[in-house]
């Protein structure tokens, strides 16, 4: 089975530069999959990052293969107290992580490709906390 929330998450965890800008929650940083805990909540310029499951999945078989194209976000909060900085530096990080993320094997298969767009402003019901979302195209081959 192809964990592809998993596989990101991974991605994104194991690099030190963004959980550096990520707010604390429980014993390591806010960076947690959809929906996000209910005890997570934005409370300063740090940020919290939460990893959405696919919008988009599709299948793209050949005759031997079995591959994979999806499409996921990754939103980005903070209440930035006058900068967005640390909101836009950790967004820029992911973008990275993701567009440079190099072929290879993830949990259940491998990946062949990813296309990135974003950072663009993220959705927020409080006036006083900013989001941006990163879009990641995937296609990888399933094992």
Do not use: H
């Given at each position: 089975?192809?964990?592809?929330?998993?596989?990101?998450?991974?991605?994104?965890?194991?690099?030190?530069t963004?959980?550096?800008?990520?707010?604390?929650?429980?014993?390591?940083?806010a960076?947690?999959?959809?929906?996000?805990?209910?005890?997570?909540?934005?409370?300063?310029?740090?940020?919290?990052?939460?990893?959405?499951?696919?919008?988009?999945?599709?299948?793209?078989?050949?005759?031997?293969?079995?591959?994979?194209?999806?499409?996921?976000?990754?939103?980005?909060?903070?209440?930035?107290?006058?900068?967005?900085?640390?909101?836009?530096?950790?967004?820029?990080?992911v973008?990275?992580?993701?567009?440079?993320?190099?072929?290879?094997?993830?949990?259940?298969?491998?990946?062949?490709?990813?296309?990135?767009?974003?950072?663009?402003?993220?959705?927020?019901?409080?006036?006083?906390?900013?989001?941006?979302?990163?879009?990641?195209?995937?296609?990888?081959?399933?094992?």
């Amino acid at each position: 089975m192809l964990d592809i929330t998993g596989a990101v998450f991974t991605r994104l965890n194991s690099d030190s530069t963004l959980t550096a800008l990520l707010a604390p929650y429980g014993a390591g940083k806010a960076i947690v999959s959809d929906p996000p805990p209910a005890d997570l909540i934005v409370q300063g310029p740090e940020v919290v990052c939460i990893v959405a499951a696919p919008f988009d999945d599709e299948a793209e078989d050949t005759y031997t293969e079995d591959y994979r194209r999806t499409s996921l976000n990754v939103r980005l909060y903070s209440r930035p107290n006058g900068s967005t900085l640390a909101l836009d530096t950790a967004a820029e990080r992911v973008r990275a992580l993701l567009r440079s993320w190099p072929k290879g094997a993830v949990t259940g298969g491998t990946l062949i490709d990813a296309a990135v767009s974003g950072p663009v402003a993220g959705p927020s019901s409080d006036p006083s906390v900013e989001g941006r979302i990163v879009t990641a195209r995937l296609i990888f081959l399933e094992a």
